[in-house]
């Protein structure tokens, strides 16, 4: 290793989205010397997708009038179904306000009120009164008592990723793209940084820091079909999970979002449902009403998809030439031309790009699919990683544990910005406090098992397994056996089917080369990785005996809150073939577990 | 059966020792509903792992897969391949540095350009937490909004004569992103601030205005409305400062 390809900095981010940038910025203002590290450009970040918006309780549009931070909490705790963090949740909700503001301070054109009587499609009809006039606006969200969903248009994650990013290049925080982390430097206790590998040119580098940073966001590409960006792999999580001494939180919590465009599977953001999209069957009946009578399609995401695959399942799908599989419709129809083009453009544009369909007059073919990794690297409340000093999580990678077993639409985004405040800011004081001395024979070592790494994968040593069917054979599994309704019986032949992978994936070997910035080499590095992810979800489900928030058993239906009011801390010890499970109790301080007011607990009548 | 298409794609690793540059041909059965990103991962993956391009969100949102597509540029992610003859080339968006095959270096041409227009909001006011947020029009935002909606894609730059030839013009995407500052009521920065920025030839005076750009973006951003309304109002601030007798460059 030569030194040109050694940096040594105060803090080290890994990652470059909203949660790694907004964690940077704080480290940066305290006057720590900060590098980030990313897969992609930060404004190509996976955060960028984000259309629908964040929740924050301004209270300005009429329909969020009287809202406040405990409203968000309440909705915020019963939308985890009783499994978040409500000391993190009550700290959130407080300070999210204050975040959407500053945003506004940088630059994000927020959509704001303005005054006068509106009908909207949905049939509300509501009064913005003169004293709110050009305060920011929200819309309805799936799961909320109040409009509290900030946004622009429907481009809410760009605008806030771009604006975030103009702090930092004001900042001067260098940035090195296409630089990815593979491994952690650690001795078990402390962690000092990791190893990265150049994507321009495939040389590894290593990065010294007194604090690491992991904002890598989530890993949704360990299913065949998700709404993730393809870069979504779940590479900071697998990293931290390879130490052994660091758990992963509560991986069975996956959220499936409601809908998904087949055949690519892009998302339709929530907030047509929430400006009064309606899910239509195969006969043109709006089924929703029939089984959530109360919040129809805007009861909590995972509500609405079980719903969904339910109606499906009872003979209700439609067949048509977008999918191989059965799926329903949104229909946005009503909401008219004007509307749609305008507040909803971006799915407009996707519909018309990818389907054809203009959903000012055309339905749109929509299926529940893979969205959202509630569960992560498991952290503490100042998102300090457990099992290792030093380290750091923040946003979708990690397990701060704002989101339990079901994330509300909008509680993300907000999520990211507010923890990279809050944890940045601990970051910031921990790091003022450390010196570190690095032992620069332990780095050596873990480069040099990178370099064999990459030697054997070239060599064939190990094996000739192809990395691409390994990574589809997982993400076929993955939806075979650990999707939105599951069974102790298909878990289980779900994990022996990952078991199998995962030998598989230690006998990779390339079929080509791998010189230079070799993409079948990134792969074939990051498989042994995904697979071990992939297990944590699925044994964490197996093991999961109850119905919680997303995680639904068919075998177990009811929410157990007598054993399970538990997080599932998920280790990997070496040479192992399964994760160890272990649990903490999940305390409710505030608000003890109770009905959500929506969902199977509390059912209206029966679909038809 | 779909048809046999035909990809020629521009193949060169500039780290492999001795690798020329070169076209290479991949045959493939199109299938209903295919885009060049299922195209070009099919060609990686079963054919040729080597093969070097850049996907990141597949919805034509995060703007990293521009490339030369049948000669113009586009998103390859929002290209369907019915679009296109079944014999058609692909080949890496000109004007950025080559990683390898289709990959261009954009991120770092588009780093340069927000530290050089200096690209955030200058206030002089300090954020106050406990405070409301400053008041806006609704229609304010929404024309703030339309210029934000770059994404970076660089193909308005690889259609550009002058950035051609100038590696420092900062191309329209550059001046729609001051443009962008320019309309926004909370960035205080006065004309001659943003003269000084991109009052010359590297900015809005080295664009010739035949407009090669205009309809080359995939967020359909009015280019040429943009450009013309900074061109305007830094041609004003320019005057001015002459009249001041500012000498200017
Ligand atoms: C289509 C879509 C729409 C969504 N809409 C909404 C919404 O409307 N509201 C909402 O609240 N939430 C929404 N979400 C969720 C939300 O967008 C994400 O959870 C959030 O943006 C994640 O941000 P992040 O900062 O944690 O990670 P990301 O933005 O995903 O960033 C991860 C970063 O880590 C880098 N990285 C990853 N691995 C490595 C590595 N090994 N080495 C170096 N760098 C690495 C990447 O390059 C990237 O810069 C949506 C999600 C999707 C998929
Ligand atoms: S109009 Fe200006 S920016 Fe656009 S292509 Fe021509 S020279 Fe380039
Ligand atoms: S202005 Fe349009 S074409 Fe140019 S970089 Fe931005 S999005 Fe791409
Ligand atoms: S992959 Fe994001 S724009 Fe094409």
Redesign the interface.
Known sequence: MSAKNTHISDVLVIGAGLAAERSAIECASAGLNVIILSLVPPRRSHSTAAQGGMQASLANVAMGKGDSPEIHFADTVKGSDWGCDQEVAKMFCETVPSMIRQLDYWGVPWNRVTAGKKKYASGIETEDTKDKEGLITARDFGGVAKWRCCYTSDGTGHTVQFVVDTQVCKLGIPVHDRMEAIALIHDGETCFGCVARNLRNGELNVYLAKSTIIGTGGAGRIYAASTNAVINEGTGGAIALATGVVPLGNMEAIQFHPTGMPPVYILMTEGARGDGGYLLDKNMHRFMPDYEPKKKELASRDVVSRRMVQHIRAGYGVTSKYSTQQHLWLDIRHLGRQWVWKNLREIATIATNFNGIDPAKELVPVIPTQHYTMGGIRTNKDGAVYGLQGLFAMGEAACWDLHGFNRLGGNSLAETVTAGFICGKQVAKYTLGQTRNFNMKMVDGFVKKEEERIKNLISGKNGRENAYEIRDAMGTAMMDHVHIFRTGKSLEQGVAKLQELYKRSLKIGLHSSGQGANPELAQALRMPGMVRTALCVAYGALMRTESRGSHFREDYPKRDDVNWLTRTLAYWKEGADLPTLNYEPVACPILPPGDRGYGEASAGPKGK | MGRKLTISCFRF????PGDKPRMQDYELEEY??M?L??ALNDI??KL?????F???????????CAMLIHGRPRLAC?TMTRTLPSKFTVMPLPVFKL??DLSV????W??DL??RA????H?N?K?D??????????E???K??DP??C??CGCCVANCITANIRPDFIGSTGINRVYR?LI?P??ERSDADYYDVIGNEDGTFGCVGLMACDDMCPKEIPLQENLAYVRRKMAAAGLKLKFQGVKIS
């Open positions: 690793n500039p780290n492999i209903e509903g885009t990103f299922v990686r993956e040729d792992p080597t093969l070097m850049d996907f990141v969100c597949r919805a034509a949102i995060c703007g990293s929002k990683i390898g270096d954009t991120g770092t588009f780093r927000q530290v200096e690209a955030w909001i206030t006011k954020f937490f406990n405070a409301l947020e400053v008041r806006m029009e609704n304010t935002a929404e703030i909004y934000e909606q994404i970076e500052f926004d909370r960035d």
